[in-house]
T-cell receptor
Framework: GENVEQHPSTLSVQEGDSAVIKCTYSDSASNYFPWYKQELGKRPQLIIDIRSNVGEKKDQRIAVTLNKTAKHFSLHITETQPEDSAVYFCAAVGNYGQNFVFGPGTRLSVLP | KAGVTQTPRYLIKTRGQQVTLSCSPISGHRSVSWYQQTPGQGLQFLFEYFSETQRNKGNFPGRFSGRQFSNSRSEMNVSTLELGDSALYLC?????????????FGDGTRLSIL
């Protein structure tokens, strides 16, 4: 079955710097890759997603890139702010109807 | 539109008891997935229900079971509770279409086993 690895497990950046989180997946049939942000004590919330027919997607300060050949995808956050501090989870989903497989998460701390 | 609603929010049980958690998906969503979240363990997939049928199942023992009703509401049951079952249980719903759709999470039920 699908296996998703995520690095780094913790990341500290200075406010205003960029942050990059990388995930790798094992199943070449996976075609949907969402990213979730979970603030302390809150529910995971979808922040951006990408499908396998697209190489990059941007939404303001957040972008996701996908390399299908290497089977990895990355989350890029620019101009980080303290409110970006949270745990970020990536996921990979295979063919339609299959379950989401989540990475172990990255704890991002943005230092003021 | 109301989000995913989970009840109860908090629950305290003792070893050996059983518990039932409830999840009401977003209106129109027919897929409901359940996850167990423990500190440092991420989101562990339990099972997914679609149209009252279990469509996918994770690697949890048979003490964990679920069901889905005709209105898409779902329940999860854990029998013979163990200390290690203490966790945040999250459910997520998604809109079925012709392609994979994002999941939307509830606030979770925090289960504590004494």
């Amino acid at each position: 079955g699908e296996n998703v690895e995520q690095h780094p497990s913790t990341l500290s950046v200075q406010e205003g710097d960029s942050a990059v989180i990388k995930c790798t997946y094992s199943d070449s049939a996976s075609n949907y890759f969402p990213w979730y942000k979970q603030e302390l004590g809150k529910r995971p919330q979808l922040i951006i997603d990408i499908r396998s027919n697209v190489g990059e997607k941007k939404d303001q300060r957040i972008a996701v890139t996908l390399n299908k050949t290497a089977k990895h995808f990355s989350l890029h956050i620019t101009e980080t702010q303290p409110e970006d501090s949270a745990v970020y989870f990536c996921a990979a989903v295979g063919n339609y109807g299959q379950n989401f497989v989540f990475g172990p998460g990255t704890r991002l701390s943005v230092l003021p | 539109k109301a989000g995913v609603t989970q009840t109860p929010r908090y629950l305290i049980k003792t070893r050996g008891q059983q518990v039932t958690l409830s999840c009401s998906p977003i209106s129109g969503h027919r897929s409901v997935s359940w996850y167990q979240q423990t500190p440092g363990q991420g989101l562990q997939f339990l099972f997914e229900y679609f149209s009252e049928t279990q469509r996918n199942k994770g690697n949890f023992p048979g003490r964990f079971s679920g069901r889905q009703f005709s209105n898409s509401r779902s329940e999860m049951n854990v029998s013979t509770l163990e200390l290690g079952d203490s966790a945040l249980y999250l459910c997520a719903s998604s809109l079925e279409g012709t392609d994979n759709q994002p999941q939307h999470f509830g606030d979770g039920t925090r289960l504590s086993i004494l």
